[in-house]
């Protein structure tokens, strides 16, 4: 694989996780939100 493509892919995969990590905390948001 060239650099290139292995940065892409990097930066990718990053915004993967970052993406997940958002829907974590939505859903630890809302689970906070259900519990009084």
Do not use: F, I
Not at 23 to 29: F, H, V
């Amino acid at each position: 694989m060239s650099q290139g493509q292995k940065k892409v892919r990097q930066r990718h995969e990053k915004k993967e996780n970052e993406e997940k990590s958002k829907e974590k905390a939505n859903n630890d948001n809302s689970e906070k939100v259900v519990e009084p």
